[in-house]
């Protein structure tokens, strides 16, 4: 048998080879671009006609990306790959004629085409295609790179994501995931009587979360206009409106770096239940998220590479932001002055500033030492009332708010809130956001007057939360990078001189 080999020519070449394929196909009257094709089954359900016999009478239709080609005399063998996997296909030069034979033995691995024929299993137990017919539909000009699945070249599978899923079936895999993980957060929402909206992803301000903002200019309206960083603003408007149970899964954009973690365009499912808090966020987001792990991986335990188990199992461990604070600098923490907490969190390899505040200090021990251990998934709750500006402070406890972050393999999954639905202390709180962020960029310190004006009208108490669809996924499907889990993730444009290595992302 003869495997077709393309690698030991230049790319270049190759390229030239297949042009010159295409010129003489053209000038033989083929169409080497072709047209629809109908009765298509995939190569799966291919497979399953044949059950336990050894041949299947029915003609079936197949289309897909030829992956591999093995000449063996009279006899040539190929490999056809689909959405649904790969499928040998069997041709004989008796079977299909002599001119289509020396036809189907000109086509190149990449080409796209349509088989017609019958199954069976070869001798070696193989289930294949005996084809009758075969068409060429798209003529592939560059060749496939080869042995992709070793390639070190993070950026380029980035870069060519395309070629990333023709040569890596677990890569199409990992996205067919994320999809099903949509399908089942729609499923079970629905189910609870949730109905899904859309809010404008284009906004006059840029409100709901303390980020900077892309910005650009509406030339009809003649304003500045800039991509939401959050639809909290507008939801809320609907539980002012009369909705009572909504969400939506969004596209958001901050105009800030690359990470491990972060992506500037981000999707998030953001929902609000009117007369819930809370708890009634904690113990949702945790039957979803336990939902979609059940759908997704058929588990609720997640196998890290490094061999760490993470457990979804219910119920989870829920402990204040002050508990832990202590846990990791001591209980006497909240007791001592300033000078001693710097030089606690110093004694941690902490970097902090001779200037900042108890709060600035504190909350740089809790990210940078104490955010990565929570591996288990953990709502955190009772955060201070400076960091979370939309939501209602613990009655108990006005210095806290009634919220939660919940973390799991050391990075914040989802918040969630009872939200503040009082317009005067809403206000008061975006006046002092505002004076905080006075010098930023972006339109963090502009007051969004209409959301006020809507909360005037009467906003009824409420539950609400954000889930990271892009963590999650991260998290169920065990990728290490937000870049895996994002079909085209942001790239620095290659024609710009500065870049090389621009693209590499930092471990925050």
Not at 174 to 200: H, K, N, W
Not at 472 to 497: K, Q, T
Request: proline share 5%.
């Amino acid at each position: 048998m003869t495997q077709v080999h393309e690698d030991t020519v230049s790319p270049g070449d190759l390229r030239a080879q297949r042009l010159e394929k295409l010129a003489a196909l053209q000038a033989a009257g083929a169409e080497p671009f072709g047209a629809r094709v109908d009765g298509i089954i995939s190569t799966a359900s291919a497979r399953a006609l044949l059950g336990s016999a050894a041949e299947s009478t029915e003609a079936v239709v197949l289309a897909g990306r030829l992956k591999a080609k093995r000449l063996m005399g009279k006899s040539l063998f190929l490999d056809l790959a689909d959405e649904a996997g790969r499928l040998q296909l069997y041709v004989q030069r008796q079977g299909v004629g002599e001119a289509a034979f020396d036809q189907i033995k000109g086509l190149d691995i990449g080409d796209i085409v349509t088989a017609t024929g019958t199954m069976f299993v070869t001798r070696t137990g193989e289930p294949s295609l005996r084809v009758t017919a075969l068409r060429l539909l798209s003529k592939c000009l560059r060749p496939l790179p080869e042995k992709w699945h070793g390639l070190t070249d993070v950026e380029q599978r980035y870069r060519q994501r395309y070629l990333d899923l023709i040569c890596n079936a677990e890569v199409r895999t990992v996205f067919q995931r994320r999809v099903a993980m949509i399908r089942s957060m729609r499923r079970y929402l629905d189910g609870l009587g949730f109905m899904e909206v859309e809010t404008p992803m284009m906004q006059s301000l840029a409100g709901g979360a303390a980020a900077r903002p892309f910005k650009t200019f509406h030339n009809a309206l003649g304003c500045p206009m800039y991509l939401r960083i959050a639809p909290e603003l507008y939801l809320k408007r609907l539980l002012v409106g009369g909705f009572e149970k909504i969400y939506e899964i969004n596209r958001n954009f901050r105009n800030e770096g690359l990470s491990r973690r972060h992506n500037p365009e981000f999707t998030m499912l953001e929902l609000y239940q009117a007369y819930s808090d809370c708890q009634g966020m904690m113990a949702l987001v945790e039957g979803l998220i336990v939902t979609v792990a059940q759908d997704v991986l058929g588990s609720t335990v997640i196998e890290r590479a490094d061999g760490t188990r993470i457990d979804l199992t219910p119920p989870w461990r829920r402990v204040t932001y002050a508990e832990l604070i202590r846990e990791r600098v001591g209980s006497d923490w909240y007791d001592i002055t300033v000078d001693e907490q710097i030089v606690r969190a110093r004694a941690l390899g902490l970097t902090v500033m001779d200037t900042w505040t108890r709060e600035e200090i504190t909350h740089e021990v809790y990210e940078k030492s104490i955010e990565a251990t929570l591996i288990q998934p953990t709502f955190v709750t009772r955060l201070p009332a400076h960091l979370v500006p939309l939501a209602k402070r613990c009655s108990d406890d006005p210095s806290v708010v009634d919220v939660y972050e919940l973390e799991i393999n050391g990075q914040e999954i989802s918040p969630g809130y009872s939200e503040l639905n009082d317009p005067l202390e809403q206000r008061a709180r975006f006046d002092r956001q505002a004076v905080d962020n006075a010098g930023a960029e972006g339109e963090v310190n502009r007051i969004d007057e209409d959301f006020l004006t809507a909360l005037e009208f009467g906003m009824p108490p409420a539950g609400g939360l954000g889930l990271g669809v892009d963590r999650l996924a991260m998290l169920l499907l065990g990728a290490e990078s937000i870049r895996d889990v994002i079909l085209f993730p942001l790239m620095r444009p290659l024609d710009r001189p500065e870049a090389a290595g621009a693209d590499a992302v930092t471990e925050s």
